[in-house]
């Protein structure tokens, strides 16, 4: 009986998948009409990756190709429109210890990933350091500017993001309600997100779900942060002797920079233009995160193993840990 049920499922889940998007558009929607904007309310980033995962775990991929495009594009362009709702001078200012702190937890996250990685747990040499290189930077944007430099193959690559992905999805529930927990300030909560949640769309969901002054901080740090993928990308190089290899450097970060510039400069006599493009980058990142949660599959899952799994888990403890002591201690 149940069988049949989960047969079912996976037999139309394009036309589930197409239906939950929908319904989704339509109750985000709903919070332009200001007699209905209540309604929109339950619909928060979290939920819809929630529902994301549970519709890929129960259905499978829906138009897989479709959502892995998209997805990517519409979180660049998100990122983006917050820009527009953020001050340049406020948010470098309140994101000054984050950054201080990115140069060493960068170097010391490879170094300390290799390590777990090869020493401990024997993973294989460029799973291992996909790894590491998601964890350090930007989750999946590193894994992915990172792997063509490494030459690293499709599977060492499904299994890095795979990795990446499932502590991604645990870290947007799981963040905010330790924050709340350990009683975090909104500029506490900001940096310890941003350096130890692996992709820019949970940082960004985390740091939204906890308050606005957590998500200007958090973006500002992630960001910025994220640059250091065109360094280690170099060193990578470097390193592997894979010279000539094309490095994917993540422009989106350079717009939301001239986004946050021309919100300070140029649109601060109509802050009503800046606060729709800003609402309205909201409303795309939570569809982005409905997209990624839709994008884990049991395939996905079973690719990751155990060994690489746990060295990603390792590895986030210690970033997780170190960072909750860096902002507590100094």
């Not at 519409?74 to 948010?91: K, P, R």
């Not at 430099?149 to 990446?164: H, N, P, W």
């Not at 997209?291 to 690719?303: M, Q, Y």
Request: aromatic share 12%.
């Amino acid at each position: 009986m149940m069988n049949a049920f989960f047969q079912s499922l996976k037999a139309n889940n394009k036309v589930i998948y197409v239906s939950l998007l929908l319904v989704l558009t339509f109750f985000l929607l709903l919070d332009y009409i200001p007699s209905l904007s209540a309604y929109s309310s339950w619909l928060t980033p979290p939920v819809a990756l929630f529902i994301g995962l549970v519709f890929a775990l129960l259905c499978g991929q829906g138009h897989p190709k479709f959502n892995k495009k998209v997805s990517k594009y519409l979180l660049q362009y998100s990122v983006v429109g917050l820009g527009f709702g953020m001050n340049l001078q406020a948010s470098l200012a309140s994101g000054r210890e984050g950054m201080k702190f990115t140069l060493i937890s960068v170097a010391g996250t490879m170094l300390i990933g290799w390590f777990i990685g090869r020493k401990v747990l024997k993973v294989g040499r460029d799973t291992s350091y996909l790894i590491s290189s998601g964890t350090a930077i930007c989750g999946g944007s590193a894994i992915a500017a990172i792997g063509p430099v490494l030459r690293a193959k499709d599977s060492e690559m499904s299994v890095a993001l795979g990795t990446i992905f499932i502590l991604n999805s645990i870290a947007l529930f799981t963040f905010p309600a330790i924050g709340h927990w350990l009683g975090m300030s909104q500029q506490e909560f900001g940096t310890w997100a941003a350096i130890a949640i692996h992709d820019t769309s949970s940082v960004v969901g985390a740091g939204a779900a906890y308050g606005e002054e957590a998500l200007k901080i958090a973006t500002t740090i992630k960001l910025t942060r994220a640059l250091w993928i065109i360094p280690l990308a170099f060193v990578t190089s470097f390193i592997f002797k894979s010279k000539g290899q094309k490095i994917n450097i993540p422009w989106f970060i350079f717009f939301f920079l001239l986004a946050m510039v021309m919100n300070t400069y140029v649109l601060n006599g109509v802050p009503q233009v800046g606060d729709a493009i800003n609402h309205l980058a909201r409303k795309g990142l939570t569809i982005t995160l409905f997209f990624i949660g839709a994008s884990l599959s049991r395939d996905v899952l079973k690719s990751v193993g155990i060994r690489p799994l746990i060295q990603g888990v390792l590895l986030w403890a210690v970033i997780s840990l170190s960072t909750l002591a860096y902002i507590y201690w100094f």
